[in-house]
């Protein structure tokens, strides 16, 4: 079945560092992909997307490119901040309808100043 | 901002007793998810719906839980006798159609069973 495989945490950087957190995925068809951020105590909330291979999604400095060929969605920020820890879900969803969210096992990202 | 509401945030019951959660979608969002969140863990669909129709409770424990949308809007997740391994986070989500592509969560309802 569907399956998304993500780096294991937690990862903690200090602040304005270089962040990488890597997904791989396997899917059947042309899944889209999205990264969802979940702060303490809260769900979660949509960071980015892409819907075709070789788009990259963007938001708050956050970076993700749709890789086929490696079958990976790698988000990445240049320069971290104290705000940015939480946990990252990657996470697929095939577009053929009627087909729910799959999850990876969240990243745990803690940022010291 | 429209937003998925859920009540309760926090629900601690005993082992054995019944417990429910309610959702509200986003107004207009035909598409209603229910997902368990084991702590460190990504979230499990349990349950989807289109409008008032379940398309996927292939993962429900239907022993035990319960859905229904019975309007098409709000929904309700019960689960009878609750089990320490239910302990988890019970998030709602929504989307206008069923094709996944922008899907909005709640903030989650916390249940610990004791």
Not at chain 2, 27 to 49: K, N
Not at chain 2, 50 to 76: I, M, N, Y
Request: with cysteine; aromatic share 12%.
């Amino acid at each position: 079945g569907d399956s998304v495989t993500q780096m294991e945490g937690p990862v903690t950087l200090s602040e304005e560092a270089f962040l990488t957190i890597n997904c791989t995925y396997t899917a059947t068809g042309y899944p889209s992909l999205f990264w969802y951020v979940q702060y303490p105590g809260e769900g979660l909330q949509l960071l980015l997307k892409a819907t075709k291979a070789d788009d990259k999604g963007s938001n708050k400095g956050f970076e993700a490119t749709y890789r086929k060929e490696t079958t990976s969605f790698h988000l990445e920020k240049g320069s971290v901040q104290v705000s940015d820890s939480a946990v990252y879900f990657c996470a697929l969803v095939k577009g053929s309808g009627n087909t729910p969210l799959v999850f990876g096992k969240g990243t745990r990202l803690s940022v010291i100043a | 901002e429209a937003e998925v509401a859920q009540s309760p945030r926090y629900k601690i019951t005993e082992k054995s007793q019944a417990v429910a959660f309610w959702c509200d979608p986003i107004s207009g969002h035909a598409t209603l998810y229910w997902y368990r969140q084991i702590l460190g863990q990504g979230p499990e669909l349990l349950v989807q719906f289109q409008d008032e129709s379940v398309v996927d409770d292939s993962q429900l424990p239907k022993d035990r839980f319960s859905a229904e949308r019975l309007k098409g809007v709000d929904s309700t997740l019960k689960i009878q006798p609750a089990e320490l391994g239910d302990s988890a986070m019970y998030l709602c989500a929504s989307s206008r159609d069923s094709s996944g592509n922008t899907i909005y969560f709640g903030e989650g309802s916390w249940l610990t069973v004791v």
